[in-house]
């Protein structure tokens, strides 16, 4: 968990960067969308085809009924004792209670950091939801367009599943939430490597083999920490606000007053020039 929040903070302060294609991704939502629906696709048919760990919004939904029986052809085949409909409202329920979860743990933590005063409680009681919604969103997406996909067999419930959870990441076009699209990009990276191991556990050919054995965790997981701290230490602007928490929660507020005594450090020396 630690090395995925390290990657993804890793994604956020690269897109925060002033160049072009930093600039492109992180200025357009449409894009982002595409993005997000890849990514969504991506992960959601590595957890169902190989069953890969992590966490996601939902999990994948599977056939009930092998598509060489007879009754494959009738319904969707995924929910036995309950009606489309009923899945729906069960799947938009649970999300939507996980979600508001969410929502009511961040006023809080909001609050909890201010001094208590009746308008702050005020405020507090006012909160806007948006987790809620957008699990429910993705949910809806992905479970109607499934159900509709093999109610009209359109193709094989593999590719009706596939298209289902690309479809579910136009959620992020309504309720665009930028850390959620962090970990998604993140996400789908390691399903992707997951998959070429396993496609390459068995490959005879050297530089495969080599590729499959380094042990790029090893390597790569102290680099993207150190890169962490510089940045949140020398230019805290490409940090966001997941970034400065993670590393104050770990150093107990060190990194913030070292970053401010740095950046003091830095005004001086170019005020001296």
Known sequence: MASTTAYQLFVESLLRRDNVFSKTISGSK???????????????HGKRAYDMKGFWLTKPSRSTISEKSEDFKIGCNMHPNLTCGNYLWEGVRNHFLMGLAIDCLRALKRVSTQP????????????????????SLYIVLYRLTHCLLNRLQVAPDKLNHALAAYCAGLSHFLYPEMTLFHFAVVQAVFVLWRMFQIYGARTENTISRALLDFPYTYVLYPLIQAHCVHVHLMRPQLCGKLHLAMDNTFTNNYATTIMNKVQETIKRGKGLQ
């Not at 449409?30 to 959601?44: D, G, N, V």
């Open 116 to 135: 208590l005063s009746t308008k702050r409680w005020t405020k507090t009681m006012n909160f806007r939801m948006y987790c809620g919604p957008l699990f």
């Open 30 to 44: 449409t894009i982002q969308t595409a993005i997000f629906m890849l990514c969504s696709a991506l992960i959601l």
